[in-house]
């Protein structure tokens, strides 16, 4: 077994096309096929359904891409090592962000790198929380960004910054007379959410976890919460970071949250075993730009991460 041979697999699995997989890697399409077929025979097992169109692993096949995918990606971490640092700030960088993070950090972190390292070649991705952990152990990412605790020993993560979560209300509804909600207030009141699709929920409902502020736009934008609440009337809850995203006008509908006060953490999330310190402070660099001082943790503000 070679690392040649886990990175054609790779491509077939990419390219779902043994040419097209072939053209990538400047094989011939024969080349390539005699070189995963000694794989095959080499582990004893098949990896692709070659009668299937497109080619697609078999079940056994999709667990050895992945571990391969792991082996690769330890194998450039081993020659990132023995860069300089110039060389190191080069090359693909692939960040993955929930969705209530995306519209506060992508535009400036783009920004950020392009100005101040224009050889990193960055490329971003909205995720849910579980798909970017999942990313992450198979090295398809290379740093998430995310709420905490992630609660996962096999990732570490980075605070950021902290936030608090606000109430926009619509002017039809009683809340907007007041200066500020209590929690408590908000038992019983239906507000408008994105949890396996936009709906209204009315909190309480369920008993339990009643009020868990950072699940009300999972898979979703904030920016669509607020435009059904103009359009529909009721309530919905946004974090802190977004109000300089709305209009002016607009943020006369934000409401404090009291007793106690909603919150979250935002934190970079890397594999245990990364080494990619510089791009890792590049990013943080970036967000330390973008996240008003009075938000960001003290990792942050310091200006330098050490792995």
């Excluded at 660099?285 to 973008?290: G, K, Q, Y």
Aim: glycine fraction near 6%; charged fraction near 25%.
């Amino acid at each position: 077994m070679t690392i040649q041979q886990l990175r054609y697999i790779i491509a077939i699995d990419d390219y779902r096309h043994f040419g097209r997989a072939a053209e990538a890697c400047n094989l011939t399409q024969s080349t390539l096929s005699l070189m995963v077929k000694k794989l095959e025979e080499e582990l004893d097992v098949r990896i692709f359904d070659r009668e299937s169109h497109p080619v697609v692993p078999t079940a056994i096949g999709r667990r050895v891409i992945d571990r391969a995918k792991v082996v690769i990606y330890n194998v450039e971490q081993i020659a990132e090592m023995t860069r300089s640092e110039k060389e190191i700030l080069s090359g693909p960088l692939r960040l993955a962000l929930i969705s209530t993070v995306a519209p506060v950090l992508i535009p400036g972190i783009f920004s950020y790198l392009g100005e101040h390292y224009p050889g990193i070649s960055l490329q971003t991705e909205e995720m849910l929380s579980s798909t970017i952990k999942e990313k992450l152990r198979k090295a398809e990412v290379d740093i998430g960004i995310m709420a905490s605790p992630v609660n996962e020993p096999d990732l570490l993560e980075i605070p950021l910054y902290h936030e608090r979560f606000l109430a926009y209300v619509s002017p039809e509804n009683h809340a907007y007379d007041l200066k500020s909600i209590k929690t408590g207030d908000l038992l019983g009141q239906s507000v408008w959410i994105i949890r396996d699709g936009l709906r209204q929920w009315k909190i309480g409902e369920s008993g339990g976890d009643d009020i868990a502020y950072d699940r009300f736009f999972e898979g979703g934008r904030v920016g669509i919460l607020i435009q059904v609440v103009n359009c529909n009337g009721g309530i919905t809850i946004i974090p802190e970071t977004h109000t300089d995203l709305i209009m002016y006008s607009q943020q006369t509908c934000l409401r404090p949250i009291t007793d106690p006060v909603p919150s979250r953490t935002v934190s970079l999330v890397i594999r245990s075993d990364y080494i990619h310190q510089a791009k890792l402070n590049a990013v943080a660099s970036a967000i330390r730009h973008i996240i008003p001082p009075a938000l960001q943790e003290p990792i942050l503000r310091k200006g330098k991460i050490v792995l």
